[in-house]
């Protein structure tokens, strides 16, 4: 945000008020300008979303469908349709009232409270009383309360990564020599960043939704959420089943007038058989194998907060990741060290011993004097602090396999993260931060400065000697130095050793590093001039450090790329950085495009979506750019997925098709505006999600086949029964029964299903494809003529044989059931027929088969249940009329059922 507009209480020199505002005019802004808050879409009330769960066109059929059926008398019928509405509408509510939280997120970034000077005194004050023109002071360890120019600071840095992405913390400076109307961004700090060291004090220049944050805040407001390809599709379906029931209403009404029925008796008919073609239970069962999708995710440190976001992971065809702490551990770790002319690998091993090698041969580094005098000074000259578990927040678990040494086998630090960094690989070495502070006892430290560019520390060891240890960039520190170690000797720093060195350095900064270099010196004595301490020095080496890969996270994007799912890396970082770590990840190969922020800032939406689609790689990219990168993306059709931790991913997280947050380390803001939630903040846990995302709209598509069949069959039985002038074949009742309850249990157990062996090496499904692609409705329309003629088929036998309509209804009723059971296990492949598939390997299945058939023989032998549903007993003579042609359906099947190849 341009500070051209800053309020200025008073000129001076630096454009400010040196004392502070008074109260009085504070109270004053306040009123003018408002509380320093994050302003939130207007609210929708409760009663508007429970309204919005009744404007889907499966629910307004069912609704239709309750009148009727009340309108005919069929009460019971009526009253178990208004239950299936009712409890799908509060699993909608329930969902969708959780979902926009977003903005509260926000305000809960705010610091709760910031010093400020008021009528010339420092006092405290909620955050949200902060006004423009205010002077706040800033201390190591505070959250910025609004977006301020600095007017006086020390050594002031801030870690900006919610804003920027960018992992290490920014160097600060106040305006020297010119107005707060020209401070530049290195002048400026903002709202919900935090001080990581120095102190300061700073020129409020905006607060609340005119801040940076508030300009994200703005930016998520304005994203609308679109239908995922789910929701789309069964509206689709709706559509196509509400015109389905005003045709068979319209032809089957037309046909009875047509042959002198009485119309007003035809049309109810036709009205109940288009009451009968409606799959009451659909939309519950969709709510419902989504719900399972989210326990199993659950399971796998995926937490879906957004039903839909389950199917819509199954055709995720891009993946874009923040990289700091997403794909990479968030900490600095020191990868190669040079020291006494050698270049030295540092590897992610257990031990020591294993930890430092060079050409393939491991170092000792406790025994090499010249390595081991790096890792010294390193750990000395240094302020990190070793964090203690309780501190930490580990668990139990994280604490034991701490101290068991997996992992790194060294301590979490905390401070500044080149120091934490230098920390840990001394631990690693074994040169613990104990063993240290007892070899080396401080007397004296220079902090760092931004024009010296460097930290000494003076120190006496137990012989009482005393020594300069300094750390500091390479190329500040070298003029510094006279000398360099070398295996306990100390020979003249020529120009070709000079050279060298530096050679060094740029081949660590080639390769992405962050180079710091270490020298020291000893004193004659311990009185010494301050001034003198960093001349003279002897160069020990160089440490090049990098925020590494996870280790898992290589793993998870070649199994993207076996899925044919593109990762995209998109990242604050320099582009250096970037493109090392994507190599290294295998997200970046040659020939892909590698963008920077400066060239987004050239192009448009359109010109961006020309080559987004071999761009791998996004570098020193603002909120805005991930906007537009998402959008481009989008635009080429993909489904997109967007994972974040930082307040600068939120907007582009809540723009892409499936959003992702991480659990730990991620923002309260991200996570509400996600879709999906990571636990362990693991990137391959995107994967995971993927596969079950996959396995869960296939299972879909085998419930909605099944129910559908099914329904066919209902309708067909009662259709050709009506057109050929026969008795009605099943009540209304029966009907409803059988789709609800014989129905209902089997299709919820197919969600169930274990995943085919190849789902996560097929590409990802065409976002445009429909939900009966690849022949699926040839498939519901065979077997539903299927079912249909088997229950017409038993109907008419048993008419002609016993001439008891009761009878014959009772054996169509059974004979629907029956031939459904054994359908839906036909419905677990598209390409296998029954006596391929494995039928048991979904016990959920098959424990809803069995219910199922006890809860139909009740019907029919429970006398309670017989008033109801208007059933009579089978006898033996009826069961192997039923139980025959019930057992051909599958064999025909078998035989000339459309496959899908």
Same mark, same amino acid.
């Given at each position: 945000?341009?500070?051209?507009?800053?309020?200025?209480?008073?000129? &001076?020199?630096?454009?400010?008020?040196?004392?502070?505002?008074?109260?009085?005019?504070?109270?004053?802004? #306040?009123?003018?300008?408002?509380?320093?808050?994050?302003?939130?879409?207007?609210?929708?009330?409760?009663?508007?979303?429970?309204?919005?769960?009744?404007?889907?066109?499966?629910?307004?059929?069912?609704?239709?469908?309750?009148?009727?059926?009340?309108?005919?008398?069929?009460?019971?019928?009526?009253?178990?349709?208004?239950?299936?509405?009712?409890?799908?509408?509060?699993?909608?509510?329930?969902?969708?009232?959780?979902?926009?939280?977003?903005?509260?997120?926000?305000?809960?970034?705010?610091?709760?409270?910031?010093?400020?000077?008021?009528?010339?005194?420092?006092?405290?004050?909620?955050?949200?009383?902060?006004?423009?023109?205010?002077?706040?002071?800033?201390?190591?360890?505070?959250?910025?309360?609004?977006?301020?120019?600095?007017?006086?600071?020390?050594?002031?840095?801030?870690?900006? !990564?919610?804003?920027?992405?960018?992992?290490?913390?920014?160097?600060?400076?106040?305006?020297?020599?010119?107005?707060?109307?020209?401070?530049?961004?290195?002048?400026?700090?903002?709202?919900?960043?935090?001080?990581?060291?120095?102190?300061?004090?700073?020129?409020?220049?905006? *607060?609340?939704?005119?801040?940076?944050?508030?300009?994200?805040? &703005?930016?998520?407001?304005?994203?609308?959420?679109?239908?995922?390809?789910?929701?789309?599709?069964?509206?689709?379906?709706?559509?196509?089943?509400?015109?389905?029931?005003?045709?068979?209403?319209?032809?089957?009404?037309?046909?009875?007038?047509?042959?002198?029925?009485?119309?007003?008796?035809?049309? =109810?008919?036709?009205?109940?058989?288009?009451?009968?073609?409606?799959?009451?239970?659909?939309?519950?069962?969709?709510?419902?194998?989504?719900?399972?999708?989210?326990?199993?995710?659950?399971?796998? &440190?995926?937490? %879906?907060?957004?039903?839909?976001?389950?199917?819509?992971?199954?055709?995720?065809?891009?993946?874009? !990741?923040?990289?700091?702490?997403?794909?990479?551990?968030?900490?600095?770790?020191?990868?190669?060290?040079?020291?006494?002319?050698?270049?030295?690998?540092?590897?992610?091993?257990?031990?020591?011993?294993?930890?430092?090698?060079?050409?393939?041969?491991?170092?000792?580094?406790?025994?090499?004097?010249?390595?081991?005098?790096?890792?010294?000074?390193?750990?000395?000259?240094?302020?990190?602090?070793?964090?203690?578990?309780?501190?930490?927040?580990?668990?139990?678990?994280?604490?034991?396999?701490?101290?068991?040494?997996?992992?790194?086998?060294?301590?979490?630090?905390?401070?500044?993260?080149?120091?934490?960094?230098?920390?840990?690989?001394?631990?690693?070495?074994?040169?613990?931060?104990?063993?240290?502070?007892?070899?080396?006892?401080?007397?004296?430290?220079?902090?760092?400065?931004?024009?010296?560019?460097?930290?000494?520390?003076?120190?006496?060891?137990?012989?009482?000697?005393?020594?300069?240890?300094?750390?500091?960039?390479?190329?500040?520190?070298?003029?510094?130095?006279?000398?360099?170690?070398?295996?306990?000797?100390?020979?003249?720093?020529?120009?070709?050793?000079?050279?060298?060195?530096?050679?060094?350095?740029d081949s660590m900064a080639g390769n992405a590093l962050r180079v710091i270099a270490v020298a020291?010196?000893?004193?004659?004595?311990?009185?010494?001039?301050?001034?003198?301490?960093?001349?003279? #020095?002897?160069?020990?080496? =160089?440490?090049?450090?990098?925020?590494?890969?996870?280790?898992?996270?290589?793993?998870?994007?070649?199994?993207?790329?076996?899925?044919?799912?593109?990762?995209?890396?998109?990242?604050?970082?320099?582009?250096?950085?970037?493109?090392?770590?994507?190599?290294?990840?295998?997200?970046?190969?040659?020939?892909?495009?590698?963008?920077?922020?400066?060239?987004?800032?050239?192009?448009?939406?359109?010109?961006?979506?020309?080559?987004?689609?071999?761009?791998?790689?996004?570098?020193?990219?603002?909120?805005?750019?991930?906007?537009?990168?998402?959008?481009?993306?989008?635009?080429?059709?993909?489904?997109?997925?967007? *994972?974040?931790?930082?307040?600068?991913?939120?907007?582009?997280?809540?723009?892409?098709?499936?959003?992702?947050?991480?659990?730990?380390?991620?923002?309260?803001?991200?996570?509400?505006?996600?879709?999906?939630?990571?636990?362990?903040?693991?990137?391959?846990?995107?994967?995971?999600? %993927?596969?079950?995302?996959?396995?869960?709209?296939?299972?879909?598509?085998?419930?909605?086949?099944?129910?559908?069949?099914? &329904?066919?069959?209902?309708?067909?039985?009662?259709?050709?029964?009506?057109?050929?002038?026969?008795?009605?074949?099943?009540?209304?009742?029966?009907?409803?029964?059988?789709?609800?309850?014989?129905?209902?249990?089997?299709?919820?157990?197919?969600?169930?299903?274990?995943?085919?062996?190849?789902?996560?090496?097929?590409?990802?499904?065409?976002?445009?494809?429909?939900?009966?692609?690849?022949?699926?409705?040839?498939?519901?329309?065979?077997?539903?003529?299927?079912?249909?003629?088997?229950?017409?088929?038993?109907?008419?036998?048993?008419?002609?044989?016993?001439?008891?309509?009761?009878?014959?209804? *009772?054996?169509?009723?059974?004979?629907?059931?029956?031939?459904?059971?054994?359908?839906?296990?036909?419905?677990?492949?598209?390409?296998k027929n029954i006596f391929q598939i494995p039928v048991f390997n979904n016990k959920y299945l098959?424990?809803?088969?069995?219910?199922?058939?006890?809860? %139909?023989?009740?019907?029919?032998?429970?006398?309670?249940?017989?008033?109801?549903?208007?059933?009579?007993?089978?006898?033996?003579?009826?069961?192997?009329?039923?139980?025959?042609?019930?057992?051909?359906?599958?064999?025909?099947?078998?035989?000339?059922?459309?496959?899908?190849?």
């Amino acid at each position: 945000m341009s500070v051209q507009n800053a309020f200025v209480t008073k000129k &001076n020199t630096n454009d400010y008020e040196v004392g502070g505002l008074s109260r009085r005019e504070a109270e004053k802004r #306040l009123l003018e300008h408002g509380p320093n808050l994050l302003a939130g879409k207007k609210k929708i009330s409760p009663f508007k979303i429970l309204l919005s769960q009744f404007t889907d066109i499966m629910v307004i059929i069912l609704l239709i469908s309750t009148v009727i059926s009340a309108f005919m008398g069929e009460m019971t019928e009526a009253a178990t349709i208004i239950a299936i509405v009712i409890l799908n509408s509060v699993l909608g509510f329930i969902q969708e009232y959780r979902t926009e939280k977003t903005m509260e997120a926000l305000k809960s970034l705010a610091a709760p409270a910031a010093k400020v000077l008021r009528d010339g005194s420092l006092v405290s004050i909620p955050a949200e009383q902060i006004v423009p023109g205010d002077l706040i002071v800033l201390e190591s360890g505070d959250r910025i309360p609004a977006d301020a120019v600095l007017t006086e600071s020390a050594n002031l840095q801030v870690d900006e !990564s919610l804003l920027t992405g960018e992992s290490l913390p920014v160097e600060k400076y106040a305006v020297t020599g010119r107005g707060i109307d020209r401070a530049r961004k290195e002048n400026m700090v903002y709202m919900g960043t935090n001080v990581t060291a120095g102190r300061a004090k700073a020129h409020v220049t905006a *607060t609340g939704m005119n801040t940076e944050m508030g300009g994200i805040a &703005n930016m998520i407001q304005n994203i609308e959420e679109e239908q995922t390809p789910l929701q789309k599709r069964m509206e689709k379906l709706g559509k196509i089943i509400a015109v389905g029931c005003l045709i068979i209403c319209a032809v089957v009404s037309a046909a009875g007038i047509l042959r002198g029925e009485d119309p007003f008796n035809m049309l =109810l008919s036709g009205i109940s058989l288009a009451v009968a073609a409606v799959p009451e239970g659909l939309p519950a069962i969709v709510t419902i194998s989504l719900a399972l999708g989210v326990q199993r995710m659950l399971r796998r &440190n995926a937490l %879906i907060r957004k039903l839909p976001a389950v199917e819509t992971l199954g055709c995720a065809g891009v993946v874009c !990741s923040d990289k700091t702490g997403t794909l990479t551990q968030n900490k600095m770790t020191i990868r190669s060290i040079y020291a006494d002319g050698r270049l030295i690998d540092v590897r992610d091993e257990k031990g020591s011993a294993r930890s430092f090698c060079m050409n393939g041969k491991y170092i000792d580094p406790i025994n090499d004097m010249s390595l081991r005098m790096v890792l010294e000074i390193g750990a000395v000259c240094n302020n990190a602090q070793a964090v203690s578990d309780k501190a930490a927040g580990q668990s139990v678990l994280k604490s034991i396999k701490s101290r068991l040494g997996s992992g790194t086998g060294t301590r979490e630090f905390t401070g500044d993260p080149t120091e934490t960094a230098l920390m840990a690989v001394a631990e690693k070495a074994g040169l613990t931060a104990e063993m240290l502070d007892e070899a080396y006892r401080r007397i004296d430290e220079i902090p760092f400065d931004s024009d010296r560019k460097c930290m000494s520390v003076v120190c006496v060891n137990r012989k009482g000697e005393t020594y300069v240890f300094t750390k500091g960039a390479p190329d500040m520190l070298l003029k510094k130095c006279t000398r360099m170690y070398s295996s306990g000797d100390t020979p003249m720093l020529d120009s070709a050793k000079r050279a060298k060195i530096l050679r060094a350095n740029d081949s660590m900064a080639g390769n992405a590093l962050r180079v710091i270099a270490v020298a020291y010196k000893k004193l004659g004595t311990d009185r010494y001039r301050r001034d003198d301490l960093e001349k003279d #020095l002897i160069f020990a080496g =160089l440490a090049g450090m990098i925020d590494p890969p996870r280790p898992e996270a290589a793993d998870a994007v070649h199994k993207c790329r076996m899925a044919g799912i593109k990762p995209v890396m998109i990242t604050g970082d320099h582009k250096l950085t970037a493109v090392s770590i994507a190599k290294e990840l295998d997200i970046y190969r040659e020939g892909e495009l590698v963008l920077t922020g400066e060239e987004l800032d050239n192009m448009d939406e359109k010109s961006l979506a020309k080559v987004a689609g071999n761009v791998s790689v996004y570098a020193r990219v603002s909120p805005k750019h991930k906007l537009m990168i998402v959008r481009a993306l989008k635009k080429l059709g993909n489904i997109v997925a967007m *994972t974040g931790d930082g307040v600068n991913d939120a907007p582009a997280v809540k723009e892409a098709d499936i959003g992702v947050a991480m659990g730990q380390n991620g923002t309260d803001v991200t996570k509400e505006a996600s879709s999906m939630v990571l636990l362990d903040d693991n990137f391959a846990t995107i994967v995971a999600a %993927i596969e079950e995302g996959r396995v869960i709209y296939n299972n879909i598509r085998k419930f909605i086949r099944y129910l559908l069949s099914c &329904n066919i069959g209902e309708v067909l039985t009662m259709f050709l029964a009506m057109l050929a002038g026969l008795p009605v074949p099943l009540f209304p009742i029966q009907i409803l029964w059988v789709n609800l309850v014989t129905d209902g249990l089997p299709a919820a157990a197919l969600g169930f299903d274990p995943p085919e062996k190849d789902v996560m090496k097929r590409s990802p499904r065409d976002p445009e494809e429909g939900i009966f692609s690849h022949g699926l409705a040839k498939l519901i329309i065979f077997r539903g003529i299927m079912i249909g003629l088997t229950t017409l088929a038993v109907f008419l036998t048993l008419i002609y044989y016993t001439a008891d309509i009761g009878l014959a209804r *009772t054996g169509a009723f059974v004979t629907l059931v029956l031939t459904q059971l054994i359908h839906v296990f036909e419905c677990k492949s598209e390409t296998k027929n029954i006596f391929q598939i494995p039928v048991f390997n979904n016990k959920y299945l098959v424990m809803a088969v069995m219910c199922s058939l006890t809860m %139909i023989l009740s019907v029919v032998y429970v006398p309670a249940l017989q008033n109801i549903f208007k059933t009579v007993p089978l006898g033996l003579n009826e069961w192997l009329v039923v139980g025959g042609l019930t057992c051909l359906t599958p064999v025909l099947s078998s035989l000339f059922a459309p496959r899908r190849r």
